[in-house]
C-alpha cells in the first residue's frame, strides 16, 4: 500500500509567533463556553504538538486552559494565512465535544472576519469539518470500535 502526495499540514509554515497565537486562540475557543472537557484539552495538546510547540513554552502556555489569553491580541499579532489555518482548527476544537456552544460561534465568526473568510466559505468549512467527523465514525465502524453517537452521526446528511 502507498500513499501518494502527503503534503505537510499549512501549520508547519507558520513562524513560532504565530505557532503561539494560534495554540492561544484554539486555547479561547476551547474555554469559550466555561467548560473546558477532556476531548477539548486532548485537542489542544495535540494541537500543541502538531505545531512543534516545544516542551518550555508548552509549560507556559498550559496556565492558558485556565485562564486564556486575550483574544483580540493574538488576533492583532497573527497574519491573515495563520488566522485561516486557526480558523480550520478552531472548528475542530469547537466540535471536538459534540456541538457547538453559541459562545464558541461568536470567536469562530471573529476569526472568520479577522482572516477575511466569507460567511458562504465559513459555512463550506464547517460541513468540511462535519464531514470529517462522519469518516471518522465510519472507521471506527469498520473496525467495530463505535462510539457513542456513531449511528447518528453516520445517518445524518
Known amino acids: 500500500m502507498s500513499v501518494n502526495g502527503v503534503l505537510p499540514d499549512a501549520v508547519d509554515l507558520l513562524d513560532e509567533r504565530s505557532r503561539d497565537a494560534y495554540v ?15 476531548e477539548e484539552s486532548a485537542a489542544i495538546e495535540a494541537a500543541m504538538g502538531r505545531a512543534m510547540i516545544r516542551p518550555n513554552r508548552r509549560e507556559l502556555m498550559r496556565p492558558w486552559l485556565v485562564e486564556p ?3 483580540d491580541d493574538l488576533l492583532e ?7 485561516r489555518v486557526t480558523l480550520r482548527d478552531s472548528l475542530i ?5 459534540g ?4 459562545s ?8 472568520s472576519n479577522a482572516s477575511g473568510i466569507t460567511s458562504n466559505e465559513l459555512e ?15 472507521g471506527r465502524g469498520i473496525l467495530g470500535v463505535t462510539l457513542p453517537g456513531d449511528d447518528k452521526l453516520i445517518s445524518k446528511k
Open 93 to 97: 476544537i469547537a466540535a471536538v465535544d
Open 69 to 71: 489569553p486575550n483574544l
Open 124 to 138: 463550506s468549512l464547517t460541513a468540511w469539518v462535519e464531514d470529517g467527523w462522519r469518516l471518522m465514525a465510519k
Open 104 to 111: 464558541e460561534i461568536d470567536i469562530i465568526k471573529k476569526i
Open 24 to 38: 492561544g486562540i484554539l486555547i479561547c475557543v476551547a474555554a469559550a463556553d466555561g467548560d473546558l472537557v477532556r
Open 99 to 102: 456541538d457547538y456552544h453559541e
Open 77 to 83: 499579532n497573527i497574519s491573515e494565512d495563520a488566522l
